[in-house]
């Protein structure tokens, strides 16, 4: 495996179920992102890790909930949610988060329904 | 605060020519990444090419290369050569680094411009 990779690709789930997306990166990065996709907007950054550390939490409602156990994985559990937070969620690693040269490499996204 | 603004929402190129995406942004801040990501309808974002702003020299990446315009804040992408497979959304984003106390640094998005190329 190389770059970045993200399961499920595609995910339904109903408002009371409990749902985990993952991450994974193979290029040796130190921080990880996760971002939503909705129609029509730009891409919403959602929280950073550092080094397994998170250092944003960009006002995400608490139905969201990460997880970083080491530099190579990042999880996002998911409950109770809602349908307007059916999107396409997309998971980048980069090598120095707080570089302006800094580039992130994205992985295929998981597209979520919540019916 | 940053922005970027993508005034083209659609563009059409014939196959094998050259097209143009536009690019402006906003930013205060005197050290800042350009990056520009290419979106086919599987949904990865595909990293194309970035500037830096104190580089001197347009980036060019076989072929993108960007168009940087410092004073005009733009940074517009141009492809050489269309293919089939280059019909994709485009999006435009700006970095900027550890700033005015913030603790982390920030990707910002533009809107995207869907790229369709015609055989």
């Known amino acids: 495996e190389t770059g970045v990779t993200q399961t499920p690709r595609h995910l339904v789930m109903g408002m009371t179920n409990k749902k985990s997306l993952k991450c994974e990166q193979h290029?040796?990065?130190?921080?990880m992102y996760w971002y939503k996709q909705s129609a029509k907007k730009p891409l919403e950054l959602m929280f950073v890790?550092?080094?397994?550390?998170?250092?944003e939490n960009n006002s995400v409602p608490s139905r969201f909930s990460p997880e970083c156990p080491n530099s190579s994985h990042l999880f996002l559990h998911l409950h109770t949610l809602q349908p307007e937070d059916s999107a396409l969620y997309l998971c980048a690693s980069s090598q120095d988060w707080s570089s302006a040269t800094d580039t992130q490499y994205f992985g295929p996204g998981t597209r979520l329904t919540v019916l | 605060a940053q922005k970027i603004t993508q005034t083209q929402p659609g563009m059409f190129v014939q196959e094998k020519e050259a097209v143009t995406l536009d690019c402006t942004y906003d930013t205060s801040d005197q050290s800042y990444g350009l990056f520009w990501y290419k979106q086919p309808s599987s949904g990865e974002m595909i990293f194309l090419i970035y500037q830096g702003s104190y580089d001197e020299q347009n980036a060019t990446e076989g072929r993108y290369s960007l168009n940087f315009q410092k004073a005009r804040k733009s940074a517009n992408l141009v492809i050489s050569a269309s293919q089939l497979g280059d019909s994709a959304m485009y999006f435009c984003a700006i970095f900027q680094g550890d700033a005015g106390g913030t603790s982390y640094g920030k990707l910002t998005f533009g809107q995207g411009t869907i790229l369709t190329v015609h055989p």
């Open positions: 890790y550092s080094l397994e550390e998170r250092v």
């Open positions: 290029l040796g990065h130190n921080a």
